[in-house]
């Protein structure tokens, strides 16, 4: 502590202000993808109603997955946290079968993937 004295010439007692601590920063959480993987076994429409609704995308970009998926076998369909990612692909495990078509065995499957 400093003693300093202030305008009216009174001694006043000053802290030294804290220096910032190095490695003390925020880090940021390394990204994940979440991944849809094609199986033939769905249609384009289930695509589409199940990226709205575990991802809430509109009509147009679920759509552009399901096509993507389809011409090349897999798409990421979101990057978020590890956390947030894993639960995500549940979603996509738990969504359950395609009704369309009569002979699906049940969800789509997805994985999640370090972002690159």
Known sequence: MATLLN????KTQMKAAPHPVEGNQTRQLPPYNVVLINDQQHTYDYVV?????????PEER???????VDKTGRAIVCTTHRELAEL?????H???????????QGSMSAIIEPAA
């Open 94 to 104: 738990a969504y359950g079968a395609d009704q369309r078509i009569a002979t699906c």
């Open 49 to 57: 109603q199940m990226v709205r609704a575990i991802f809430g995308y």
């Open 88 to 92: 995500r692909r549940e979603q996509v």
């Open 62 to 68: 679920g759509f552009q997955i399901a096509a993507e």
């Open 7 to 10: 305008f009216f010439g009174w």
